[in-house]
């Protein structure tokens, strides 16, 4: 994987535009951008509407597993001194945890499917 020379993001090769000189190693967004190619040149260009629907399509396959360590990160610095709420607490982040990789396991095939649908 390269590195685009103006926006420093890595990408996959056929991410790139072809050439020497000024074109080596920009990606088709920069390279748009510019002025290098136009939009009709490069194929594999996303839209805004494609990387604000792949961003949350990545946000809601990863979510839970941040809430999961943002969570069991405050029980555990936080929520144990709760008295009364320690227990169910407890309960309600073992069930979590439990049902977080099950999630993730079952959704694969209808997170690749969105995935391919999203790419140009």
Avoid at 9 to 34: A, K, S, T, W
Wanted: charged share 20%.
């Amino acid at each position: 994987m390269a590195t685009c020379r103006y926006c420093r993001g890595v990408y996959p090769q056929d991410q790139f535009i072809r050439g020497n000189g000024p074109r080596y190693l920009v990606c088709v967004r920069c390279g748009v951008e510019q002025g290098f190619v136009t939009e009709d040149e490069v194929p594999q260009l996303y839209s805004d509407e494609i990387t604000r629907a792949r961003t949350s399509l990545f946000a809601r396959r990863y979510g839970i597993w941040a809430t999961l360590i943002v969570a069991w990160s405050g029980w555990l610095t936080m929520g144990q001194g709760i008295t009364f709420w320690t227990p169910a607490i407890l309960v309600a982040l073992i069930l979590m945890s439990v049902l977080a990789p099950i999630r993730h396991i079952l959704g694969a095939a209808r997170f690749k499917a969105e995935l391919r649908r999203l790419t140009p």
